[in-house]
């Protein structure tokens, strides 16, 4: 593949590990920000933090939309081509079936969920635990594949570096922690450290010059990475085109975490290995 | 290649084994044309077709304990101070079913002589299960189809939720059908096959659990306790149809709305016992061995007339309308097919030989089908999330039909037979150290049922198998054929 040219060869170490570790410090820094003011990483969205969101398809404008609804705690109304999200803060039962009796009679074929607040808080919870059991079923994984410390580090390093950054980027660009972001989330758990055992494998258990090895890894693996770029962009614009938000979300999050996933594969992960390699590690 | 190259791959195993379970899954899936619309076996989630779904908590928790008590007093003061049922699960476990705060459950085993140790919100296994069973009956009853109740339990073996799902239902209904009461009745047969009535539900005032009678015989039945005012209506009613003296004449009969249920004479020492007094406490015998243990249950959620034995809140509900989730059905497939396409470019673009590219395609589309006509197989419910892991699996699927080509592609085109199965078996180690990861990530999802995400977990786990079991390996050999050209 002629467009991009990895050219490792030219940098050191520690010259291809300052960007994505620049990167790394900036978004831990972010995350800590929302931690601080908000209390989670990511703002989490109606799933946990309870509420009411509404799928509508019209063409109504958003003032005629807060018209409808003035007698509700509507928060947020957002759109995706001719799709509009609305979100609702949590109110009483009786309320609540009122909105849904008037939604029903305004909009009938709007898609509606309405989370209870402690409900969306034991999913939170859960979802969390989720999170960090697989990233930590992940690390053990990897530890027993590889069994050398600096290796399988390395490895586990990028993919927490994968997991900061798309948090961070979530953030910036807002979009909130759902179901479907977690399940997105843990995708990128599983599938980010793919080009990451690649890489480690074609460098130590290969006969060959170092730079030549690490050429190669980055010949199989940016086409592995571009694949499933290929299949997420697909998801991403035609969840676009038919206002899918939960598909929208869950494709937008694994491509930020994609792209965060060839940086921390082919800067931090190949830095790591080729100073484990030249200290006289590995064969 | 020749028709016999063609036989000698189409026999290897391998490919044998995918080409068979390519062709189930299309049975499994079985699409076909229904008045003019493509229809399937596969079956979708509330977010893809029609309907609604209700996440219901259940008011009660389970509290560790500690007392210096005799447990039975203890209970029973327990029982009393907190006006409802306190049942022991194991030597350190209560249920409660009634929501109490944590702070004033400390206060009153306290003063009870007993101590909280651990305090979570929810009931029981058994009381879920139960729960479960009632809503269950309820919703067949009314004859609605589709319909799936799940009970989500924690890691500690505690219920808060459970949730009712019904197809082709709106929200409203949905409420309606899991708040509404069944009409529960008794009657006494008289003459001719008439009958009369005698009591109504709300004359019922606790329904015991099953127990055998006598205890430990393995005959089963269920205990009811009758209001003093039921209890004398039915002494009435017994002595003036005649069903004290002649019971086998004149039986007992259950409805449960309209539909009979049970239906006994009195036992003779019951018949007795009613014509000198009113009695409140009943026992309906169902039978012994299995037989009785589930007709008694039955009985026992006819008795209580679709009443829950805890109270229930909305902790979360929602509802899809038809043409959105045709809508949504539309653009899940149409992402589908488009990835593929996107894929396909890709990996065109990257090796530019049409006998690399197909078969490669081809496999990652027959890795989808097997995993749809598994899904269709189980009647699993695919929604948006499942859709979305099928096709990342078809984004990972290829780079793993990258890792295989790649690794035997390495340095010169046409390996030799022993040196393409070492370079096979290094592809397919980093095939199988990346599958176990995804693997484990997906675990931890797969068993704690967090709402909807369960499926896609287990959809997810259920791909990288495929994957590793059957498509790689058949993919390994078909380039193995390819590449010797």
Known sequence: MGLINYN?????????VIIPLALLVISLVLLTLNIVTTGMPVTPGIDFSGGTAVTIITTDSKEQIQSTFAGYPLSEISDMNNGKFLQFGTMSDTQANNLTALINQKYPDATINQ????????????ALLALIFSFIGMA?????????????GAVVLSAFAD???????????????TLG?????????????????????RVLKRQGKLNDKLTGAFHTGIIMTSTTLAATAAMFIVSWLGSVEILWEISAVLLIGLVADILNTWLTNAAILKWYVQKGGGK | MNSKELKHLLLDWRIATLI??????????????????????????????QGSWIQLEMKGEVVGYTTSQQLEPFLTNLSQQLGTQVTPIDATHLEILKAVPQDQLEAIFEANGGNITSYSPGVSKNTADDVKLILENKINSLGTKDAKVNTLIGFNNVARYIRVELAGVDMKQAQDIVGKQGKFEIRIVTTNNQSEHVLFGNDITSVQTPSQEPPGSDKWGVSFTLSPAGAQAFRNAAISYGATTDPSNHYLMMLLDNKTVYSAPLSTDLANQVQTQPITQLYASTGSGTYGTQQATDLEIHLRAGALPVDVGIAATGGQSA?????YKA?????????????????YYRYREPSIVLPMVCVNASEVLILLGFIALIRFQMDLPTIAGLIAVMGTGIDQLVVITDEILHEGKVPSPNLYLKRLARALGIIVTAAATVLIAMFPLAVMDLSTLKGFAIITILGVLVGVIVTRPAYGKIIMEILSK
């Open chain 1, 163 to 177: 997991m900061a950054m798309t948090a961070a980027v979530m953030n910036i660009v807002g979009i909130p922690l």
């Open chain 2, 331 to 347: 653009m899940a497939l149409l992402a589908g097919i488009f990835a593929l396409i996107t894929v396909g470019l890709v990996i």
């Open chain 1, 140 to 152: 053990i994984v990897i530890f027993i594949a590889f069994r050398t410390f600096v290796p399988a």
């Open chain 1, 181 to 201: 972001t977690v399940a997105a989330l843990l995708m990128l758990i599983g599938y980010s450290v793919d080009s990451d055992i690649l890489l480690t494998n």
């Open chain 2, 20 to 49: 068979i379970l390519v062709i189930l899954s299309i049975v499994a899936i079985y699409p076909h044309f229904e008045n003019g619309d493509l229809v399937s076996n596969l079956q979708y989630g509330l977010d893809l077709q």
């Open chain 2, 323 to 327: 043409p959105m989730g045709e809508r």
């Open chain 1, 8 to 16: 490792i060869e030219k940098y050191s170490p520690k010259q291809l």
């Open chain 1, 115 to 126: 989370i209870g607040e402690t409900f969306g808080k034991t999913l939170q919870i859960q």
